[in-house]
Each structure stands twice: as structure tokens, then as C-alpha cells.
């Protein structure tokens, strides 16, 4: 007679033989991690079904009476253009650069009339959504190396996209070295006037999302005071279905950065020469 330990009992109660000892844990996979803001999250599947809900969800700093989820109005953008698109349309002269165009619904609207349009975006789903649509689009950040840099006639951002890299600032004034002088940018603000810094994820209504990332909500307020810090000149103002609006221009001329600035940095006196304000 074999004796058994309360171990080996249980064992064979459960199936097992009391001479193979414990059975080894079973190994669960690991949670996925989140995707890649924009790309491997719940917008690129968004774009693909043109649907929503679809928030950004406030991660830091704390809300303290702010809304938690942000909104995100997809059906609007993979919709054609409604009025204030259009009232916006009307202002661009080209060739017209959208910063982060999404899923190209500008793009599409200027290609259809004859107007020489580029979008660009992080996103796959939205770069082939556009072409989809009949526009040219890139998938390319706004901060990385672009077409036609300082020859842009109008540059558009629209929906939002205010808010990318979270430094309004810095943005702006990325947006001023692509504009030829005299050219414009037709900046869309949140309808609040607010001036938020936030870390943010995309997030659908399972509670699917992607990675955090830096993000800014701008008003009209602020808009105007990042635009000028950067040297644009406000033009015009309007306001059309709740959505303001802010038509600025680069100016024609520009003096040159002073050479001490040069001499500061050590750089060659050919690269002084090329180094202009805009």
C-alpha cells in the first residue's frame, strides 16, 4: 500500500497522480500593452468605421471640476465639410498645408475644387482615409522634415489639433517656418476659453486606449497670445456654430536674427546667413 499525503490525495481527486507532484502554474499572457497614441489605438479603428464614441481622457494634471473625458466629434470629421468648414475653406489660398488632417475631409474639399492641397498626419487610418477620398495626405508629423517648407500659402489647423505636442508656442511657431511671408494660418480654438496643459490618451466607451501623451486645450484668449508670441499678425475672427475661429498672417518682411546670436551658438557664417526670422 502506497501512503498519500493530503497533497497527493488532492491531487488525485483532482485528476492527477499522486506520483507526478504539483502541477506547474499555468502561464497567462500578458496583458497587451497600449498602442502607439493615434496609431495602434482606439482612433485608428474609429476611422475606420467613421463612428465614435471616442473621448481623450484627462490623465494629469487632476481634473478638480474639469471633465474627465474630452469629447472627440468623429462622425463631424469623417463627414464632408458642414458651414464653418466651409466659411474656413473660403479663406485658403493655395497650395493649402492641413496639419494633422485626420481623415481628410478639408483635403478632399480643396482637391475637388482645384485647389493644391497636402495633408499630414501621424495617423495610417487617417493618411489612407483621406487618399481614399480623393486627397493627397502624408504620414508625417508636423515637426518632422515637410514639402514646400516656407511656400505654403494657408496652413490649417482645424479640430482641435491646437493642442499637438502640448506647446502651443512651439507649435506656432514650427507653423510660421512653413508659411511663405504674406502667407496665412487659419487656427481653429476650443469653443472654452481655456489654457490647459494635459497629459491625455485616446479612449473609447469599452475603456480600449492607447498610450499617454502631452496635449493642450487653447481658447480663443490663448490662441491669440501663443499666435502673436510667435510673430504672427491676427487678421480676422469669426465664430460659426459655436467654433472659433482665427485667420493669421506671417508678415512680408522680417528683420534677421542679430549674428551675436550666431557667434553665441559657434555656427559658420554661412549657416548665420540663412538664419532669418521665419
Do not use: K
Request: charged content about 25%; overall charge positive; hydrophobic content about 40%.
Amino acid at each position: 500500500m502506497i501512503e498519500t499525503s493530503p497533497s497527493s490525495v488532492d491531487a488525485v481527486e483532482r485528476g492527477g497522480s499522486p506520483m507526478a507532484g504539483p502541477r506547474p502554474p499555468v502561464l497567462l499572457p500578458p496583458p497587451a500593452r497600449p498602442g502607439e497614441p493615434w496609431t495602434a489605438d482606439p482612433y485608428a479603428r474609429a476611422l475606420r468605421t467613421g463612428r465614435g464614441p471616442l473621448y481623450l481622457r484627462r490623465l494629469a494634471p487632476p481634473a478638480l471640476g474639469a471633465a474627465e473625458l474630452i469629447p472627440l466629434d468623429v462622425e463631424r470629421w469623417c463627414a464632408g465639410p458642414d458651414p464653418a468648414d466651409t466659411g474656413v475653406l473660403r479663406r485658403c489660398a493655395g497650395p493649402v498645408l492641413d496639419v494633422g488632417c485626420g481623415p481628410g475631409r478639408l483635403v478632399a474639399a480643396l482637391a475637388a475644387d482645384g485647389v493644391p492641397a497636402l495633408g499630414v498626419d501621424v495617423s495610417p487610418a487617417a493618411v489612407a482615409r483621406t487618399r481614399r477620398h480623393g486627397g493627397t495626405a502624408l504620414r508625417r508629423s508636423v515637426f518632422d522634415r515637410l514639402p514646400r517648407e516656407g511656400r505654403w500659402g494657408t496652413v490649417l489647423l482645424m479640430d482641435g489639433n491646437v493642442g499637438i505636442g502640448g506647446d502651443p508656442a512651439a507649435l506656432f511657431a514650427r507653423l510660421r517656418d512653413l508659411v511663405r511671408p504674406g502667407g496665412r494660418l487659419l487656427a481653429e480654438a476650443a469653443a472654452d476659453d481655456v489654457d490647459e496643459r494635459l497629459t491625455v490618451r485616446v479612449e473609447d466607451a469599452r475603456g480600449r486606449h492607447g498610450r499617454p501623451f502631452p496635449w493642450a486645450r487653447v481658447g480663443p484668449t490663448a490662441l491669440l497670445g501663443a499666435a502673436e508670441t510667435a510673430g504672427w499678425i491676427v487678421t480676422g475672427r469669426w465664430t460659426a456654430d459655436g467654433r472659433p475661429f482665427a485667420e493669421l498672417h506671417r508678415p512680408n518682411r522680417e528683420p534677421a536674427l542679430r549674428h551675436a546670436t550666431c557667434r553665441h551658438m559657434d555656427l559658420p557664417a554661412a549657416v548665420c546667413r540663412d538664419r532669418t526670422v521665419g
